[in-house]
């Protein structure tokens, strides 16, 4: 008996068919990954399991049962807890109010006894969480645990979690894993959506590969490989060599000095960076999060301003510019989150063009014919799975982070910030994204790459600089950097 199966599941979206009678089965106490690329159905499935959206046709069974979920109050009565990427906690609640609200119908309840119910349960179930902290006050990886913990507080059987590394830091994946697998021990199911093979490969017991919201595979784990995995997911080889530049790099286009700025909480998050970007030349910057990327990418954007110390392109001085002048200036980025600057109810071509507008006004006219065509023209370089006027909230994950690229590479800029640029992205956009900035760099740009993937900075990186506590730890040439040698700078040795 499993612990859930889904049968024959339809979902359409106007023409787009996302589920294309879609057969899926969880084994009692296995971790199930569900792989694909971007926009292969993943989460409209899961969302169906938990009562978001409603199929247009097949059917649940929760343990042998045939299941009627019409919303999340239906799967958290059949045993289903659902994680997401974007937390529902409050951040002014306490971990142990976040847990139990909305569940404990005594209204009269003390703090006291919330929190020892919560520590109890964070006991029981072996998930390390402080029930009187702030939720405010709690890394992502935190947060994540408080969200586990609430749904097995709810009783849950089920675990979905939707992409949940592609937030974390490497150390928190591995506390995540752990406790995943020990709670599997205790008779836990859990569904697993990853983009990244290794994890997959390290946790998960069976694997069900859906393309365009077609089951193509269900494997064991010993029974398969990355290699097939990833050809299963898009039908082809990929390849993960090594890219860095054979030519000359350039002059030094781009030049940051003694770059001090405060975090919000007043702490000195940088504390004197100073790099030179030479056009032609990718340079990444390595290091654990939280070690300053953030800020740093802000303060090149214009979203944060250097308490000391300045930035100039090719001499232009843009230490306190705005936004809007950084990108005029010619600095293209992708943020770190990708809602961060998009709009969701506006269309993909009106989000495309948002930072262009000059361009496309003609005596106080929008010329929105061009709008479009230039947008089915990004749409159809960066393999974006959308119509020019579909709602940008409506597109996957994956597809919304290459919108992002699209808009902040077509513009051809003199240096490129790339922040977290693969990050959900499924292997094929991976390796596509990973090209065009290569490509950046051929046509001589100056490309700063912050990445928490240690694999994807060695691979594209012309020289890496290690970030450490706000200070640039070293810097290595490719040919010098190896994996021990950065993890070592990571770790803050010297
Ligand atoms: N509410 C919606 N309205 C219209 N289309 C939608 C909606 N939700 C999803 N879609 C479409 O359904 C398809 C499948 O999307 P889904 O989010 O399930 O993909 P995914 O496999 O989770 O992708 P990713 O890896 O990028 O997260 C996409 O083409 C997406 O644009
Ligand atoms: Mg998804």
Same mark, same amino acid.
């Given at each position: ?27 009692? +106490? ?20 938990? %009562? ?23 799967? !958290? ?11 529902? /906690? ?52 935190? #947060?994540? #645990? ?46 697993? !959506?990853?983009?990244?093979? &290794? ?50 790099? +350039? ?10 700025? @405060? &975090? ?9 960076? *100073?790099?030179?970007?030479?056009? +032609?030349?990718?340079? %990444? ?5 939280? &070690?300053?990327? *953030? ?42 989150? #990708?809602?961060?600057?998009?709009? %969701?109810? @506006? ?9 262009? /507008? ?7 006219? @929008?010329?929105?014919?061009?709008? /479009? ?22 597109? *996957?994950?994956? &597809?919304?982070?290459?919108?992002? /690229? ?17 990050? %959900? ?15 950046? #760099? ?27 506590? +706000? ?24």
């Amino acid at each position: 008996m499993y612990a859930i199966e889904m049968v024959n599941i339809n979902k359409r979206f106007g023409n787009l068919q996302a589920n294309k009678d879609v057969h899926f089965c969880l084994e009692q +106490g296995e971790i199930h990954a569900l792989l694909g690329e971007n926009g292969a159905g993943k989460t409209t499935l899961m969302r169906i399991l938990y %009562g978001l959206y409603h199929p247009d046709s097949g059917e649940i069974l929760v343990n042998g049962e045939k299941t009627q979920i019409s919303s999340p109050k239906d799967a !958290i009565q059949a045993g289903i807890g659902m994680v997401t990427q974007h937390f529902t /906690l409050v951040p002014t609640l306490t971990v142990a109010e976040n847990v139990v609200l909305g569940y404990t119908h005594s209204a009269t309840i003390s703090q006291k006894e919330i929190e020892a119910k919560v520590k109890a349960s964070s006991e029981k179930f072996g998930v390390q969480v402080d029930p009187s902290a702030l939720v405010k006050y709690l890394s992502v990886g935190e #947060r994540q #645990r408080v969200e586990i913990l609430k749904a097995l507080y709810r009783n849950a059987k089920v675990l979905i979690m939707d992409e949940p590394t592609a937030v974390l830091v490497p150390q928190e994946v591995d506390a995540l894993f752990e406790s995943l697998l020990k709670l599997v021990k205790s008779g836990l199911s859990v569904i697993f !959506i990853s983009h990244k093979l &290794n994890e997959v490969m390290a946790v998960c017991d069976r694997i069900t590969v859906l393309r365009d919201g077609e089951v193509t595979g269900i494997v064991k784990k010993q029974d398969t490989t990355q290699k097939d995995l990833a050809r299963m997911m898009v039908g082809r080889e990929t390849s993960t060599q090594r890219m860095s530049s054979t030519r000359k790099r +350039g002059q030094v286009t781009y030049e940051m000095k003694d770059l001090h700025v @405060l &975090n919000p909480q007043g702490l000195e998050a940088l504390k004197g960076i *100073s790099l030179s970007l030479h056009s +032609g030349e990718i340079l %990444g910057i390595a290091g654990v999060s939280g &070690n300053g990327q *953030s800020e740093l990418t802000k303060v090149l954007t214009g979203l944060l301003t250097p308490t000391q110390g300045s930035v100039t392109l090719e001499g232009q001085d843009l230490t306190h510019a705005s936004p809007a002048e950084i990108t005029q200036a010619g600095v293209g980025r992708t943020p770190e989150d #990708r809602h961060e600057g998009m709009i %969701g109810d @506006l269309t993909v071509a009106e989000n495309l063009a948002m930072e262009d /507008l000059d361009h496309y006004t003609h005596n106080g006219f @929008l010329d929105q014919k061009a709008i /479009l065509k230039d947008a089915e023209q990004k749409i159809k370089d960066f393999q974006i799975k959308a119509a020019p006027t579909d709602a940008l909230r409506k597109l *996957s994950g994956g &597809n919304m982070q290459k919108v992002v /690229l699209a808009r902040a590479l077509s513009r051809h800029p003199k240096v490129v910030i790339a922040s977290q640029p693969t990050r %959900g992205l499924d292997v094929g956009a991976t390796e596509y994204i990973r090209k065009r900035l290569t490509a950046e #760099r051929d046509r001589g740009a100056a490309v700063l790459l912050l990445s928490e993937d240690l694999d994807e900075i060695m691979m594209l990186s012309d020289r890496i600089a290690v970030i450490y506590e +706000g200070c640039i730890k070293g810097i290595l040439s490719a040919s010098e950097a190896s994996t021990e040698k950065l993890g070592l700078l990571m770790a803050g040795a010297c």
